[in-house]
């Protein structure tokens, strides 16, 4: 497969990829970590850590002052940042603690891939992104190596746990999709914005429950870790979105169970499961159905105005004032024009589709 600048799959995939290497990598290093702290302080140390690192990002880059590229976050924003925010960094993340105290850790990680079935849906129903067979057929392969990989054969319980977590997968689902609308905007800021939001919160509700502080060097490990495997994963999840979609982005996203599985085996020492095995198999050939995706048609752009981190490619062609540097952001007018490429719904590819 060749990965140029003109595939859609570059450079999409690679940034979904690679946040979910990142975010796959939190689950076994927080296992190390939670035998000394409580989960929903690890959850706000995590996000704050993503929020606090990716702040000092943003300021020290405004203080060496290298030319951003990126959309800043407009007035128009806020309500969908908001949104985002409360759904993804406050009400998933508690109900998630809710609901994983009141089942299983089996079953909670089980529950959990929910959160990719969830953002497709949610993009396909609500926000009519194409979704064609050969999609959802990869997108469920994914999904179900994630159910093989989380399940240890116990009896599923379906009770109020499972519900709250479901319920947290949707929220997150919610999450994915709201941000897809903010994808042209900084990614660094909206991560930030969620990081700290995300932290506060968790920290505070555990430390309502009388939830003990950790030692200033436990919450150093967990607040770094956060920064990479949540702050920049957040970051490449964004940019990612704004090539592939939700539904794509979501699907790429479901593989972070098993690299942490994977993780687990390599660092944590654990034995390699007929389960892993089963579900490498499973997710090899979701995964290799999204790469070997070929979405072409003939398609419309409407005209539009609007500001996103661009390079002159085939939907940028417009003249500038003064020298110019590749990627670059500003106001611009697109005419309307039809032609047929391959493509996701990326931020000029926004179209419902009638199957």
Known sequence: MVWDRRSNLWPGVALALGSAVLFGAATPLSKILLDTIDPQLLAGLLYLGAGVGLAVLHVGRSVVSTPNAEAPLRRTDLPWLTLAIIS?????????????????????????????????????????????RRLLLGALAIVAGAVVLSWHGQHLSLDAGAALIGAACIAWGIDNNVTRKLSAANPVSIAMAKGLAAGLVNIAIAAARGTGLPSPG?????????????????????????????????????????????????????????????????????????LTERHTHMHDHEAMDHEHSHVHDEHHQHD??????????????????????????????????HH
């Open 320 to 353: 500038h004032d003064g020298p110019v540097s590749e990627p670059h952001s500003h106001w611009h007018h697109h005419g309307p024009m039809r032609h047929k490429h391959p493509h996701y719904p990326d931020l000029h590819h926004r179209h419902a589709h």
């Open 218 to 290: 436990i919450a150093a490990i967990a607040a770094v870790i956060g920064f990479f495997a949540i702050g920049v994963s957040l970051v490449l999840f964004v940019l990612a979105l704004r090539h592939l979609g939700a539904a794509r982005t979501g699907a790429y996203f479901s593989l972070a169970p098993f690299i942490g599985a994977l993780i687990a085996v390599a660092i944590l020492q654990y034995p390699v499961s007929f389960n892993l095995v089963l579900a490498a198999l499973l997710m090899g050939f979701g995964l290799w159905m999204h």
């Open 88 to 132: 993804g960094g406050m009400v998933g993340p508690v109900l998630l603690m809710l609901g994983l105290a009141r089942t299983d850790a089996a079953s909670g990680s089980l529950l959990l891939n929910l959160e990719g079935l969830a953002t497709m849906s949610i993009a396909w129903l609500v926000f009519r992104e194409n979704v064609d």
